[in-house]
């Protein structure tokens, strides 16, 4: 079972070396924008010196050969996972895949964002199909690309897995364990339903990081994860 990938949406390095003292064991992590465009590759060099897996997250979505150059830069870092947002393109997502083409590092993609729902995909982007339509769609595409996987929400995994197979990724976002509020997410379930549903990897942010003992938070969601309760 993958690691719970615990989303480091903080402000600056001193929070993040404050977070993760609290915890013994190696995490598997997530940086994201807020954090990159603050300390940027400096940053992903110590986590990678504490031994962490690394996802970084920057979601990028520009033409092709500005992924691709950009992608060529990211692949020097070494983390484990970057992203693209699969709206970019089939010939986009090719491209962000030339540029990892030296590296170990898996390409994923994002479909619709686990904070979008059905209406607001109606009305913002004017795609006039189902949600899960939508997201199988941008899956197919980016295996077309050859990626590795996607990010979708946990409803969208099982179908996801049943047209593109089980080693292409679903890194489901969207994760709320039941006391937990929703807040901007909409598309959400528990990390159970997750591993019932079909999802490859987790990921969970406030839940964790804003809880009263974050390394406690993060052993119970493992643990319902893994399903050995
Ligand atoms: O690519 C992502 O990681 C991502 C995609 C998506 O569709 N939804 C989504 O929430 N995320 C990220 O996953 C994390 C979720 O955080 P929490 O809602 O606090 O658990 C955030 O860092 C988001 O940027």
Redesign the pocket.
Known sequence: MNKPII?L?FASKQQVEEFLAQFSEPLFV?V?MELYYQEGPELIRYIKSLGHEIFL?L?LHDIPNTVESAMRGLSKLGVDMV?VHAAGGLEMMKAAKRGLADSDTKLIA?TQ???TSEKQMHEDQWIYVSLEESVLHYAKRAMQAGLDGV?CSVLEAQAIRDACGQEFLRVT???RPAAVSA?D?KRIATPAQAREKGSSHI?????ITKADNPSESYSQIATEWSGHQ
Request: without cysteine; hydrophobic residues 35%; aromatic residues 0%.
């Open positions: 989303a949406d997530k994201g997250d979601k992203n994002v964002l686990t904070s990010v976002p969207g994760i807040d997410q990921v969970v942010g406030r839940a």
